[in-house]
Nanobody
Framework: QLVASGGGSVQAGESLTLACVES???????MGWIRQAPGKEHEGVAL???????RYSDAVKGRFTISKDDAKNTMYLKMSSLKPEDTGTYIC??????????????????WGQGIQVTVSS
């Protein structure tokens, strides 16, 4: 079970940190954040592998940082220099599949609830 928190409304240029607590599975191979803007399809934002290696979409590279605290079973997404186009529903997801991050978030079997992030200009 994945439970996300930390969404909200901010002004452009501000920062926001999302958290996702994983309460049931301990053998996840990859976790990540996906977002969906109004009227658009899901978009992968960032992934983090079990060993800590990370991947980012070009849209957020250099502005967002994904991390995890294994002791707390929690994944984070620190979002800086937010832009109005970052507005959307952010969803945390995970997988236990081998090569999970390489296969991509569309293959993930565990999804949390979405939380809203709104960035005003």
């Amino acid at each position: 079970q994945l439970v996300a928190s930390g969404g909200g409304s901010v002004q452009a240029g501000e920062s926001l940190t999302l958290a996702c607590v994983e309460s049931k599975f301990t053998d996840l191979t990859c976790m990540g954040w996906i977002r969906q803007a109004p009227g658009k399809e899901h978009e992968g934002v960032a992934l983090i592998e079990r060993d800590g290696r990370t991947r980012y979409s070009d849209a957020v590279k250099g502005r967002f940082t994904i991390s995890k605290d294994d002791a707390k079973n929690t994944m984070y997404l620190k979002m800086s220099s937010l832009k109005p186009e970052d507005t959307g529903t952010y969803i945390c997801a995970a997988t236990i599949n081998d090569n999970g991050c390489h296969r991509g978030y569309s293959t993930f079997g565990f999804w949390g609830q979405g939380i809203q992030v709104t960035v005003s200009s």
